[in-house]
């Protein structure tokens, strides 16, 4: 059986083997990021800055490599040269290779402005680098995560909010430990959270007074291969009745990939420290909201029918993993929707619009192979396959014209 993990590896090995649009050819991202859109113009900053990028060939990354050259900045990347290698080649001043996780001995004898640390989970890889990277750079920025919070309970989550401590027993510092605490980690989402925590102290502690800390919530957009948002665009896109999670009212929080990438970028410019919740949209926004927002770049006249919660999970149909983005606004996760980011916003983060987050990622998803199409519609890696969805559509509305 194909593991998720597998399935993402070789698809996106598969991706790229593939022939691509013009619209795709076009660009070194392997989709046409906004600083290179037709008709997009990007103004240059006013002091160009020498920026590492650590990874910067996922998802968050290439739009962060691509708004940092069309705002003049000069990029060095450092990577496994692993994932779509090559992308950046007579694009970017530098690529490094090396692996946080093991020889970073590339990073030797560089200095730069700014250093942005995507790919870091790991406490022990900020460490690593800043073997090297210490005292040779004026600014640290951190990609974190909302998942640091403790409680999920909390509403209105700020960046004040306890976060999840270390669990006993684990130590990821320990070389023997390091690779099973990653793996953990991806296992357990509530480690996820206590190494990012652990990782910002780290950076906070190797580079104090000169970090940032963002702490996105779920990111989505082009490129995104988890199908945690795309699952929307994609079943929506196929019209009939389609499975909508609980009550329409309930909130919804997210961020497009290229408002938190081309925000990360003005904080480096504008030298702005410190730790911030990244999280859309402005105004809270309801899950009706979203779907309505995502039908409304599709023809296909799909019908919503809202499910409550207590039989979502009859049916045993999990929130996140099965309904994408929606998480129960009850209990342990009530505030999972409802986190602050005033902060962050009074900073200059911007949002675009629902409608344009879903059209360009319904427009890159069917670039996508025909196999990772169909994936996302069986509901492979996230989201609900169509089959389940009939079945659970089916039993609502059996359980709906039994009398009690
Ligand atoms: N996705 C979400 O919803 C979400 C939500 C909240 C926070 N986050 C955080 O967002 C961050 C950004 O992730 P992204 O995938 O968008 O970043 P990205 O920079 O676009 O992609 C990850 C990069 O890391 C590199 N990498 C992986 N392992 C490495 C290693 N051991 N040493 C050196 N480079 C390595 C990869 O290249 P190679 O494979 O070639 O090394 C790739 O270039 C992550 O830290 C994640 O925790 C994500």
Same mark, same amino acid.
């Given at each position: 059986?194909?593991?998720?993990?597998?399935?993402?590896?070789?698809?996106?090995?598969?991706?790229?083997?593939?022939?691509?649009?013009?619209?795709?050819?076009?660009?070194?991202?392997?989709?046409?990021?906004?600083?290179?859109?037709?008709?997009?113009?990007?103004?240059?900053?006013?002091?160009?800055?020498?920026?590492?990028?650590?990874?910067?060939?996922?998802?968050?990354?290439?739009?962060?490599?691509?708004?940092?050259?069309?705002?003049?900045?000069?990029?060095?990347?450092?990577?496994?040269? #692993?994932?779509?290698?090559?992308?950046?080649?007579?694009?970017?001043?530098?690529?490094?290779?090396?692996?946080?996780?093991?020889?970073?001995?590339?990073? %030797?004898?560089?200095?730069?402005?700014?250093?942005?640390?995507?790919?870091?989970?790991?406490?022990?890889?900020? %460490?690593?680098?800043?073997?090297?990277? #210490?005292?040779?750079?004026?600014?640290?920025?951190?990609?974190?995560?909302?998942?640091?919070?403790?409680?999920?309970?909390?509403?209105?989550?700020?960046?004040?909010?306890?976060?999840?401590?270390?669990?006993?027993?684990?130590?990821?510092?320990?070389?023997?430990?390091?690779?099973?605490?990653?793996?953990?980690?991806?296992?357990?989402?509530?480690?996820?959270?206590?190494?990012?925590?652990?990782?910002?102290?780290?950076?906070?502690?190797?580079?104090?007074?000169?970090?940032?800390?963002?702490?996105?919530?779920?990111?989505?957009?082009?490129?995104?291969?988890?199908?945690?948002?795309?699952?929307?665009?994609?079943?929506?896109? #196929?019209?009939?009745?389609?499975?909508?999670?609980?009550?329409?009212?309930?909130?919804?929080?997210?961020?497009?990939?290229?408002?938190?990438?081309?925000?990360?970028?003005?904080?480096?410019?504008?030298?702005?420290?410190?730790?911030?919740?990244?999280?859309?949209?402005?105004?809270?926004?309801?899950?009706?909201?979203?779907?309505?927002?995502?039908?409304?770049?599709?023809?296909?006249?799909?019908?919503?029918?809202?499910?409550?919660?207590?039989?979502?999970?009859?049916?045993?149909?999990?929130?996140?993993?099965?309904?994408?983005?929606?998480?129960?606004?009850?209990?342990?996760?009530?505030?999972?929707?409802?986190?602050?980011?005033?902060?962050?916003?009074?900073?200059?983060?911007?949002?675009?619009?629902?409608?344009?987050?879903?059209?360009?990622?319904?427009?890159?998803? #069917?670039?996508?192979?025909?196999?990772?199409?169909?994936?996302?519609?069986?509901?492979?890696?996230?989201?609900?396959?169509?089959?389940?969805?009939?079945?659970?559509?089916?039993?609502?509305?059996?359980?709906?014209?039994?009398?009690?």
């Amino acid at each position: 059986m194909t593991t998720r993990r597998n399935f993402i590896k070789s698809t996106a090995a598969i991706g790229g083997a593939m022939g691509l649009s013009p619209l795709m050819r076009a660009s070194a991202a392997p989709w046409p990021v906004d600083a290179e859109r037709p008709g997009h113009s990007v103004d240059r900053a006013t002091a160009p800055l020498n920026i590492l990028i650590l990874g910067g060939t996922g998802f968050t990354g290439p739009e962060q490599v691509e708004y940092a050259i069309a705002r003049g900045h000069r990029i060095t990347l450092f990577n496994r040269g #692993k994932t779509r290698p090559g992308m950046f080649k007579g694009k970017v001043a530098e690529e490094l290779i090396g692996d946080l996780n093991g020889d970073t001995s590339a990073l %030797k004898g560089k200095q730069f402005d700014v250093v942005i640390d995507n790919p870091t989970t790991l406490p022990f890889w900020v %460490k690593n680098a800043a073997q090297y990277l #210490k005292g040779n750079v004026k600014h640290y920025i951190f990609i974190s995560t909302t998942s640091v919070y403790r409680d999920q309970s909390e509403i209105g989550i700020t960046e004040n909010s306890p976060t999840v401590p270390m669990p006993a027993g684990l130590d990821p510092y320990r070389p023997d430990q390091r690779n099973s605490a990653q793996l953990a980690a991806s296992a357990n989402p509530a480690n996820y959270g206590a190494f990012k925590a652990r990782a910002e102290q780290e950076v906070q502690m190797q580079y104090p007074g000169v970090n940032t800390v963002i702490r996105p919530c779920l990111i989505v957009g082009p490129l995104d291969r988890t199908d945690r948002f795309t699952y929307w665009p994609a079943r929506i896109d #196929k019209g009939g009745e389609v499975l909508a999670p609980d009550k329409p009212d309930d909130p919804c929080q997210f961020i497009d990939s290229r408002d938190l990438a081309e925000w990360t970028i003005r904080m480096a410019e504008m030298r702005e420290f410190g730790t911030f919740n990244a999280i859309g949209p402005a105004k809270p926004m309801t899950i009706a909201e979203m779907l309505y927002g995502v039908k409304a770049v599709t023809t296909a006249g799909a019908q919503f029918t809202w499910v409550p919660w207590e039989f979502l999970q009859q049916q045993k149909v999990r929130p996140w993993r099965d309904m994408t983005v929606w998480q129960p606004p009850y209990g342990r996760t009530a505030g999972y929707q409802r986190r602050d980011a005033s902060k962050a916003i009074a900073k200059g983060l911007t949002f675009r619009p629902v409608a344009v987050t879903a059209k360009d990622t319904l427009d890159w998803h #069917k670039t996508r192979p025909e196999a990772e199409q169909l994936a996302t519609l069986n509901g492979e890696i996230n989201g609900l396959s169509m089959k389940r969805e009939a079945e659970v559509l089916a039993a609502w509305k059996a359980s709906r014209s039994t009398p009690p």
